[in-house]
């Protein structure tokens, strides 16, 4: 763990859904700190107990985590995708009135909160900004749980194609470059044309002429941001951490999405099992003995047995993963991670397992 921060100033977080993927940046977030980093979790969608631990359940904003003290510093921010488009756009857009006129745009409002890969495109500007700012030595981003976790990676694709100015032709009537066969841009145009249908004729038109006047302003930047990302993702610096669970569905969607991300060109560092075992059965842990000396020394043979099947069980389960390369196992604690000093607790773990 110690070597993939040194060497890493962004780390990336990816995974199905309820592996631990929030925690475990946390975590790792305590690590980097606590070895004098200056880091930044950059965090999707935390739990509220976890929220309120990393000091951002009243704002979304980069906030220095409470009640720390370490050689570094932690802080923690929640990936608001509303506010980070809006202040994208900000910045850069030319004049005023453009921000303003596209505001109050129906099809911006639409766009800015449920188009694919905008949740996407915001963590990835957001990771941009912060990897590149200068006042963070790494960066830990989150992912969104998503049913197929690449599509997160594939975001800035998706995007380009919403935002390109083929559909943009499209609309004013100049069709020449149009990529006809991609799915993302027809998803895109099927999205478009979706919230325009609910518009009147009068309503349609503006709406139309200055959302389009707006976003043509803007399409170059939002292409270059995307352009950033890629390059940032595939960096060497950039490494990305696996994270599943012992559940055999998790574990064959893991095992797809380590394939993907390995022909795509990330690179992958790190393959960490959650919850991989209870603590009590932790094969070579202390607990292990102790619980056993415990047992006998109770007289409690039937349980003292079960609890040996039950270890050489989870043992045995812990072989059934091979083929991934680089691979950690994390115990499943007993009681749920919650505040600073458990978030610590899981971070002890980790320096001592990688
Ligand atoms: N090793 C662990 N031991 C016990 N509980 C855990 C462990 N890892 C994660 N959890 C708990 O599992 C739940 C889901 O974790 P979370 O980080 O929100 O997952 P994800 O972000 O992948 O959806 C949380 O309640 C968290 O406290
Ligand atoms: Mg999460």
Redesign the pocket.
Known sequence: MKQLIENHRVIVCT????????????ALGVVAARMGKRVLVLT????K??ATTLGIDQSADEVQVPGQDYAGSLHASMVDQTRIFADYIRRHATDQATIDGLFNNALYQQLSTTLSGSQEFTSLSKLVDTADGGRYDLVIL?TP?AAHAVDFLRAPEKLNAVFDSAIISMFMGRTRGLKLASTAWKMGVKMLLGTLTVLTGSQFVATFNSFFSAIDAIAPAIRETNLKAHHLLLDRRTAFVL?TSFDQAKIIEGEAFHDELENAGYHLKKVIV??AWPAWAEPGSPQVASVQAELQQQGLTDLANLHRDLCTYYAGRSRAHTRFENIIK?????????GLRALEQ?ADRLEQIG
């Open positions: 995974g199905s859904g309820g592996v631990g993927k929030t925690t475990l940046s946390a999707i969608d935390p739990a107990r976890l989150d749980p994270i959650n919850r994390l115990a499943e604690f007993d009681t749920e991670v919650v899981l």
